[in-house]
C-alpha cells in the first residue's frame, strides 16, 4: 500500500518562498508520474507541475513556469516543489499525486488532466497575504 503524505504549506507574504514536500510511504515509485495540482476555494483542480520519477524531466504549467522547481530526492523517498515570489493567485490547497507510468505518457497529462491520477495525498494548504 503506497500512501502519499504532503507537508509545507504556510501562511506566507507576496514574493515569499516555500517548499512543498511530498513523501511516500510504503514503497518506491520507480516508473511512476507524479504530479502536483493545486485547488483554490470555488475553483476547478489546476495541474502546476509533473515529473516522470525515471526521466526526472520537469514539466510546468505557464502560470508557475521559472518560479516553481520540481524535484526528486529517492533517499528521502520525497518529491519536492520549490515555490519563489509567491502571489495571491497561487493560494491553495496543494496535492501531489501518482500514476503507473511505464511509457512516460500518463506525465503528459500532469498538468491537464491531474484527476487521471490514482494515489493522492491529503493535500497541504499555501495560503499567500500580507
Known amino acids: 500500500q503506497v500512501q502519499l503524505v504532503e507537508s509545507g504549506g504556510d501562511l506566507v507574504q507576496p514574493g515569499g518562498s516555500l517548499r512543498l514536500a511530498c513523501t511516500v510511504r510504503?514503497?518506491?515509485?520507480?516508473?511512476?508520474?507524479i504530479g502536483w495540482s493545486r485547488q483554490a476555494p470555488g475553483k476547478e483542480r489546476e495541474g502546476v507541475s509533473g515529473?516522470?520519477?525515471?526521466?526526472?524531466?520537469?514539466f510546468y504549467s505557464e502560470s508557475v513556469k521559472g518560479r516553481f522547481t520540481i524535484s526528486v530526492d529517492r533517499e528521502k523517498n520525497t518529491i519536492y516543489l520549490q515555490m519563489n515570489s509567491l502571489q495571491s493567485e497561487d493560494t491553495g490547497r496543494y496535492y501531489c499525486?501518482?500514476?503507473?507510468?511505464?511509457?512516460?505518457?500518463?506525465?503528459?497529462?500532469?498538468?491537464?488532466?491531474?484527476?487521471?491520477?490514482?494515489?493522492w495525498g491529503q493535500g497541504t494548504l499555501v495560503t499567500v497575504s500580507s
Open positions: 499525486a501518482a500514476r503507473w507510468d511505464p511509457h512516460q505518457t500518463a506525465v503528459l497529462y500532469s498538468l491537464v488532466a491531474p484527476q487521471l491520477f490514482d494515489i
Open positions: 515529473i516522470h520519477i525515471g526521466v526526472k524531466s520537469p
Open positions: 510504503g514503497r518506491w515509485l520507480d516508473h511512476y508520474a
